[in-house]
């Protein structure tokens, strides 16, 4: 259903947008001037396309049908995925400074943030099994610990679900995402207002701040409710970093310190 206000319409289904739209023309969307646009590029790539005068109409979505075919001609397609192929190739191996330089990085990483922001409060991102814990399991695996006897990947335990847990010891291990749990390495904040500083020197009278992101306050705020609750219930939740997890020496220290708390022999971190 439609609801209509001063800030426009919002709809609680595609279907119900879909409906909206239908019999509308592209000008009632995107005023004459993008219409025609708009209108243009869809007749020099689809000039096969049977469903070009129902979609100028606004009968159709713009790109009905683009992926069985009748959208883009065959050399269109072939040449879109040379291109993809190609920006693929480009960017193996490369750190974004190194592919867009110093400042394009920090647009590009914005950007990409930006984009896995949207599709989180959407409800569409995995928060289980991320790389990071890919990387520790892995690592654990390769250390000899065997999994389900030494230690439980995504525990449940009452109402939550830890990252690891080390039932015969009664530890629980949580891999906290750099920017989702606001590592203060990178994205220092005051505890008590959840301020981030963003220039000056930490602790001077000249910085500037601005409030963390309001995911990043709604996980620290659960991080210390499970630190709580496990340590309730006679167990100890300690929790390393995604930066620490991705660097290699790191991780070496990171194994070693749970050896130790299982009584194994460990390996020196020296690199």
Not at 227 to 244: I, K, M, P
Request: positive net charge; proline residues 4%.
């Amino acid at each position: 259903m439609k609801n209509n206000n001063k800030k426009g319409c919002t709809f609680c289904s595609k279907k119900c947008a879909d409906d909206y739209k239908r019999g509308k023309s592209l000008k009632d969307f995107f005023g004459e001037e993008k219409a025609k646009n708009v209108t243009e590029t869809a007749r020099r790539r689809a000039k096969t396309n049977p469903n070009l005068k129902k979609f100028e109409k606004g009968i159709v979505p713009w790109n009905k049908g683009w992926n069985t075919g009748s959208y883009f001609s065959e050399k269109a397609t072939e040449n879109i995925q040379k291109g993809q192929l190609k920006v693929a190739a480009w960017r193996t191996g490369k750190t974004p400074e190194e592919a867009y330089g110093v400042e394009g990085a920090k647009i590009w990483r914005q950007k990409q943030r930006e984009k896995m922001i949207r599709t989180y409060e959407e409800g569409k991102i995995k928060q289980a099994n991320t790389k990071p814990e890919r990387i520790l399991k892995d690592a654990l695996t390769k250390a000899g610990l065997k999994e389900g006897d030494d230690f439980v990947h995504q525990f449940r335990f009452g109402n939550y679900v830890y990252d690891f847990a080390f039932p015969k010891h009664k530890e629980l291990l949580e891999v906290h995402g750099d920017w989702w749990h606001a590592n203060p390495a990178k994205y220092p904040y005051d505890p008590k207002t959840k301020m981030a500083w963003i220039s000056g020197v930490l602790g001077a009278s000249d910085f500037k701040e601005k409030p963390l992101h309001q995911i990043q306050i709604k996980n620290i705020e659960k991080d210390e409710k499970k630190r709580l609750f496990a340590l309730n219930n006679g167990w100890r939740c300690s929790f390393v970093w995604e930066q620490d997890v991705c660097n290699e020496h790191n991780l070496k220290c990171i194994i070693n310190g749970i050896k130790r708390i299982l009584n194994t022999p460990v390996t020196s971190c020296q690199s």
